[in-house]
């Protein structure tokens, strides 16, 4: 099983590792009481980074979205689903409804 969002290439790896260091960091120089116990960690973490990852899932399964021979309602349909998700301007979505 592979390991989500680190699938692709190293340099995506190496992003999401550097996006973990930078919000790190902050913490450490607010001197956050979220890195007080790991529980409160763990929740902020969640928080941050849960709606980071849903995002990206959605922007690859928008990339990789086509019509093909379902009905264009169903295609409509499951791409409002998931552009609910992203935030992309409206030039992006109209090129990426294809």
């Given amino acids: 099983m592979q390991e989500k969002g680190c699938d692709r290439d190293q340099q995506q790896c190496h992003g999401k590792a550097k996006e ?14 979220v890195l007080s116990a790991w529980d409160t ?4 973490f969640m928080t941050i980074f849960y709606d980071l990852h849903r ?6 399964a928008l990339r990789k ?3 093909g021979q379902r009905l264009t309602t169903s ?5 409002q689903w998931l552009m ?11 090129y990426q409804f294809r």
């Fill in 55 to 60: 995002i990206h899932m959605a922007e690859a």
């Fill in 75 to 79: 295609y409509s349909t499951h791409f």
């Fill in 20 to 33: 973990l260091q930078q919000a790190y960091q902050k913490l450490l120089e607010q001197n956050s009481p």
């Fill in 41 to 44: 960690f763990l929740q902020a």
């Fill in 84 to 94: 609910a998700d992203v935030e992309w301007n409206e030039a992006t979505q109209l």
């Fill in 65 to 67: 979205l086509h019509q």
